[in-house]
Each structure stands twice: as C-alpha cells, then as structure tokens.
C-alpha cells in the first residue's frame, strides 16, 4: 500500500511540473511574431520594392536597378 502511495505522490508531482511551460510560450511568441512577419511583407511586399528601388535609383553613382 506504501508503494502504491508513493508512486501516487510522484505521478501528481509529475502533473505539477511547470519546466516545459516557458519554452512552449517562448516557442508560441515566436510562432506568432513569424506569421505576423509573413503576414506584412506579403502584404507590402511591392511597396516595399518600389521603394527599395526608388532609393536606389536616387543614390548618386548608383546603377540603376533593374525591375523583375
């Protein structure tokens, strides 16, 4: 009866064990800080081209840039 008490004991100090908790919430920040960045430069993407080459162009002796 002790034995199955003890074990008992360590099975629900097992459930209380809380050391993989920051990494899944570290882990599910940088998941989400991904997606927002897919997120943006998929949407701004061509903006964001127009005006790297905008800048580009206007820096003097820089060849101009090429549009794909």
């Given at each position: 009866?002790?034995?199955?008490?003890?074990?008992?004991?360590?099975?629900?100090?097992?459930?209380?064990?809380?050391?993989?908790?920051?990494?899944?919430?570290?882990?599910?920040?940088?998941?989400?800080?991904?997606?927002?960045?897919?997120?943006?430069?998929?949407?701004?993407?061509?903006?964001?081209?127009?005006?790297?080459?905008?800048?580009?162009?206007a820096l003097?002796?820089?060849?101009?840039?090429?549009?794909?």
């Amino acid at each position: 009866m002790t034995k199955l008490y003890v074990h008992l004991i360590c099975f629900m100090n097992a459930l209380k064990s809380k050391k993989g908790q920051g990494m899944v919430e570290y882990g599910l920040i940088i998941g989400l800080i991904a997606v927002g960045v897919i997120v943006i430069l998929t949407t701004m993407g061509g903006k964001l081209q127009g005006l790297f080459t905008t800048v580009s162009n206007a820096l003097p002796g820089a060849a101009p840039a090429a549009n794909p």
